[in-house]
């Protein structure tokens, strides 16, 4: 697909040539013109603020809310007991249909037991923030502290304390992918069995905006409007009227502008359910904002995986099988699908391999942390950490490089469609040349040539990983609607926070319409005024929501070729169409009536809209597509870390970081840069500096910016970007997600990167976060 053309949202670069489409929502983002939820003012609105839970498991032996409740400006205080005694249902949604066991779905307010430091326990509604805080700090909870558990494993030994009555293992879910009596085969009589026992540390979503909502109940026509951050708004809507116990047709959800989502905004949380219930309650709008501690203490937390795995290996490199068990930390409840997600994981460990037999097993382990969900890449960089790591330490105890160990073994390009063991069906790929690529352009083979030492006495060391990306999927709808003038509005189901929805959607649409950008507008983000959709998760936007669009679009130029054709006095397929024209085709006639040469696309909207629409045809000129993939795309890459260490200190830098990605047709080369520059950025941050951390009691260490340390810029290496382009046929632009690669492939790629520079000294594995210090532990206990 093109873009714009020149004049209508280009920009010029210093010489005065094309830089490139500059991107539609730049400038309302950069002048401070956007508007999130916490920008929103309602002089009639009240502040909600939460009780939370000062212990990481405990029972609760009473609420005293007197004082609370006296303050002035308070207008209520509510507990568990209230949200029972109203019709609402008030728990969240959870699939506890997909485990082993039966346990409770999470209550907006805590019943008699918290199961997490910052469980939410009452809530308080006062005229502003600031009184909503006071009356928190005046509520008083009486607690029985219980014995806790953080740790997965741990949680699953005898005697551990238990979370539910119906989970009395702590095991939510026990998964089997893959087939485990020809994985067992494939280990009966190697030649090698390399092992790894590796964390997959636990990350929470720092988004530059904290979850918000603003809440308001129409009682005349007993329907709610709840303005919030959201990643999906119909999916919200959905999951709001689940816990008020509602139909969807009495919610309205709205997303605005959102700062940040990675999966963290696809969730439903009890801030948003209990600022509706309050507005209800008290017929008045409730505004409800968390702080940056609320939400790392109560939002969703990502990864948090023990692993232990094992690859079977002939003396040739060659990968006979590999056997994973891998526990999974769900936290304290089973948050929407967040229990049942590890289940699937291991559908990415063949990587970008041929391993004739795979078997994964999960267990998804309840503990008592915040809840664990979704974080940019879901699942994917767990897999793939996984299989990277162990490929490259089979490599180092064959003594065969990394990079040949890996060529060995892929995929090859005449294998696509290729159907892996653990059920993912690949589309397509030439995964050697993705490799050779990355390998050019890291100067790989000179990076050996000039060894692990250099005159400043540091470690270099080169790590190289490759990965497999599932993406797309479900179903999205796409409206285009021509309005008389012939300007044009597009709606889809999906939401931008970030990913230049707005950029891309109207390039396809004027590619297909040739017509300017400037004369569309894109609409998304309102569950009233666009049709049911799934949203944006999952690197799915352009796949799903782009390719409705565009079937919507050229039903729309099939109709408008109707009405040219009318007006031409031709058949339709005498009718040629560019540049926003329609014409008779060279050869054709028109009717001896017709005194017109060409109709524009504005006129045609213009008939579309008139008197004088033809009798065989509808007025109007709109169309609605909901599409759903034929199948997975599966984007591709290889990406390269150069490190170096001083020994005597453990410090780390991070000299160059080299991306090659395969994301099928690149449709915006620049949001495409974007995206992979974001994700890497945050793939760095999990693999040297961000964990989330909890003590033995369940409490939150890292509970601020302050101790969670998330990279700044000056962290970062220029990021070296490169790609090939394989386009993907199970949709009709070809295109792959290219969301989540950097998260999926930066951390393996870093860690490989230390182990090979420290390799030398007999370390073998180094658990993320690679701080210095875990970096100078590695160094002195291998001394």
């Given amino acids: 697909m093109t873009g714009p053309r020149k004049g209508e949202n280009e920009s010029e670069d210093e010489a005065g040539g094309i830089a490139g489409p500059a991107r539609r929502e ?49 207008l209520g205080v509510y507990t568990w007991d209230d949200v029972a005694a109203s019709e609402s249902p008030g728990v969240l949604p959870s699939s506890t249909g997909s485990l082993d066991c039966e346990v409770p779905a999470h209550p907006v307010l805590a019943r008699d037991r918290v199961r997490y430091q910052g469980q939410p326990i009452a809530a308080v509604v006062a005229e502003n923030r600031y009184r909503a805080r006071d009356a928190v700090d005046a509520v008083a ?29 702590n095991v939510a879910a026990t998964t089997d992918q893959g087939d485990r009596e020809a994985t067992e085969d494939a280990f009966d009589d190697p030649e090698n069995v390399v092992d790894i026992e590796l964390e997959n540390n636990r990350l929470i979503s720092s988004a530059l905006e904290p979850r918000a909502a603003l809440a308001e109940y129409d009682a005349a026509e007993d329907r709610f409007t709840v303005t919030m951050t959201s990643q999906s708004p119909h999916g919200h809507r959905q999951k709001l009227a689940h816990t008020l116990g509602l139909s969807e047709r009495q919610i309205r959800v709205i997303s605005p502008s959102v700062g940040g989502g990675f999966g963290h905004k696809g969730h439903h949380h009890p801030g948003e359910a209990m600022a509706a219930w309050c507005a209800r309650d008290l017929e008045r709008p409730v505004k409800w904002t968390a702080t ?18 094992e690859l079977a290996i002939d003396d040739d490199g060659a990968i006979r099988g590999l056997r994973v068990e891998t526990h999974a930390n769900v936290g304290g409840y089973g948050l929407d699908g967040g229990a049942s997600m590890p289940g699937w994981y291991g ?4 990587s970008q391999y041929r391993i004739p037999a795979i078997h994964c097993e999960t267990h998804a382990v309840f503990t008592n942390t915040a809840p664990v969900h979704s974080y940019r890449g879901a699942g994917r960089p767990e897999a793939i950490y996984v299989t990277e790591r162990l490929v490259d330490v089979a490599a180092r105890e064959l003594g065969i490089d990394p990079v040949e160990f890996r060529r060995r073994n892929l995929i090859e390009p005449d294998q696509f469609p290729y159907e892996t063991p653990v059920g993912a069906s690949y589309d397509s790929g030439d995964y050697e040349r993705g490799l050779e ?11 050996r040539a000039r060894g692990r030492d250099r005159d400043d006495g540091r470690l270099r060391g080169v790590g190289v990983a490759c990965y497999t990306e599932s993406t797309g999927g479900g179903f999205e709808s796409g409206v285009v609607r021509v309005h008389r003038d012939g300007g044009v509005t597009v709606s889809a189901g999906t939401h931008s926070h970030g990913q230049g929805h707005e950029t891309t959607y109207a390039n396809l649409v004027a590619d297909v319409l040739e017509i300017p950008t400037d004369d569309i507008d894109v609409m998304e983000g309102d569950s009233d005024s666009i049709p049911t959709g799934t949203g944006t998760f999952g690197s799915r936007s352009t796949i799903v929501g782009g390719s409705a669009i565009v079937e919507s679009a050229e039903a729309v130029l099939a109709k408008a070729r109707r009405f040219a054709a009318d007006r031409l006095e031709v058949e339709p397929d005498a009718v040629a169409y560019g540049d926003g024209e329609f014409s008779v085709r060279d050869g054709a006639e028109s009717g001896s009536g017709s005194s017109a040469d060409t109709v524009s696309f504005a006129d045609v909207a213009g008939m579309a809209y008139g008197w004088g629409v033809p009798e065989d045809m509808d007025p109007g000129l709109e169309e609605t597509t909901f599409y759903e993939p034929d199948g997975t795309a599966y984007t ?27 994301c099928g047709e690149r449709l915006e080369p620049t949001i495409v840069e974007g995206q992979v520059h974001g994700g890497v950025a945050q793939g760095i941050g999990q693999a040297v500096s961000e964990r989330a951390s ?24 220029e990021i070296e970007t490169g790609q090939t382009v394989t386009p993907s046929p199970r949709n009709p632009l070809g295109v792959k997600g290219i969301g989540e690669a950097g998260t999926i492939a930066a951390p393996p790629a870093v860690v490989n990167a230390v182990v090979d520079a420290l390799a030398h000294l007999g370390v073998r594995h180094v658990d993320m976060p690679l701080t210095d210090e875990a970096i100078w532990r590695a160094i002195r206990d291998s001394k």
């Fill in 347 to 350: 559908g990415l460990l063949s």
């Fill in 292 to 309: 940056r501690s609320e939400n790392y203490l109560e939002g969703a937390h990502g990864r948090d995986h023990r692993t232990t795995a």
């Fill in 141 to 169: 909870v009486d607690y029985d502290p219980l014995e806790a558990v953080v740790d997965s494993v741990e949680a699953t030994a005898e005697g551990a304390p238990t979370l539910f009555d119906g989970a009395p293992d």
């Fill in 694 to 717: 909890y003590d033995g009691d369940g409490t939150l260490l890292t509970n601020s910016l302050d101790s969670y340390a998330v990279p700044r810029a000056s962290h970062l290496p």
């Fill in 26 to 74: 730049d400038e309302a983002l950069l002048t401070g013109r956007a508007e999130y939820t916490d920008d929103l003012r309602d002089p009639d609105a009240a502040h909600l603020a939460f009780v939370r839970s000062e212990y990481g498991h405990a029972e609760i032996e009473g609420i005293d809310a007197t004082a609370a409740a006296e303050l002035e400006g308070v």
């Fill in 636 to 662: 591709f890459g290889t990406h390269v870390a150069v490190v170096a260490i001083d020994p005597e200190t453990g410090e780390l830098e991070l000299e160059r970081y080299v991306a090659v990605d395969d």
């Fill in 437 to 447: 690529e990355a390998l050019e352009l890291a100067d790989y083979d000179d990076l």
